[in-house]
């Protein structure tokens, strides 16, 4: 079975231009998270869905950032005006149920120029 | 402030020893708690996980105790492969959350 799977794998943007990032996670996992890791960091949480919903937003850096997931399964994180600092590995990750262990995915490494 | 700390960035130890990481947390409604292993280029994996109304949980070679009075978790890997060379890192959760907070990692070089 598939894992969790996440494209791109790099994206390379600009300065104050605009980006999206898909996860789609493992098959009947209902609970989805996301997660940034910077270099030398801990993965760091944004935001977890359970179904289609946002149960928690609160990692979310500022309004630039949002997520959904619209159907309750693949879930696009997208960035508006990105900034130098929002360069970083972007982690999705899957879960069965909401508290079940997650599968993380390979992660897309963003670099903003 | 970091929550989760993993104050020993790297560790090294011989093919059949015992490695030790090591991890504090500062809040005292961490409830669950969890070891993940991360190879370069893939995301991580779960490794071994503790609630906290236990104080040692064990699967294979690996052992994770929990100290609550002292805040402070560790992963026993026994014996140390060279497979296991990797970043660990280890996670918290507050209670009535599903948040994870992640500590910022340890290398671990198993030498052959």
């Known amino acids: 079975g598939a894992g969790v799977s996440q494209t791109p794998s790099n994206k390379v943007t600009e300065k104050g231009k605009y980006v999206e990032l898909r996860c789609d996670p493992i098959s009947g996992h209902t609970a989805l998270y996301w997660y940034r890791q910077s270099l030398g960091q801990g993965p760091e949480f944004l935001i977890y869905f359970q179904g289609t919903g946002a149960a928690d937003d609160s990692g979310l850096p500022n309004d630039r950032f949002f997520a959904v997931r619209p159907e309750g399964s693949v879930s696009t994180l997208k960035i508006q005006r990105t900034e130098r600092g929002d360069s970083a590995v972007y982690l999705c990750a899957s879960s069965f149920r909401t508290g079940d262990e997650q599968f993380f995915g390979p992660g897309t490494r963003l670099t903003v120029l | 402030d970091q929550q989760v700390k993993q104050n020993s960035p790297s560790l090294s130890v011989q093919e059949g020893r015992i490695s030790i990481l090591n991890c504090d947390y500062t809040n005292s409604m961490f409830d669950y708690f969890l070891w993940y292993k991360k190879y370069p280029a893939e995301g991580p994996t779960f490794l071994i996980s503790i609630s906290s109304i236990k104080d040692k949980n064990e699967d294979g070679r690996f052992t994770v105790f929990l100290n609550k009075s002292a805040k402070h978790l560790s992963l026993h890997i026994v014996p140390s492969q060279p497979g296991d060379s990797a970043v660990y890192f280890c996670?918290?959760?507050?209670?009535?959350?599903?948040?994870?907070?992640f500590g910022t990692g340890t290398r671990l070089k198993v030498l052959a």
């Open positions: 996670a918290a959760k507050d209670s009535g959350t599903y948040k994870y907070i």
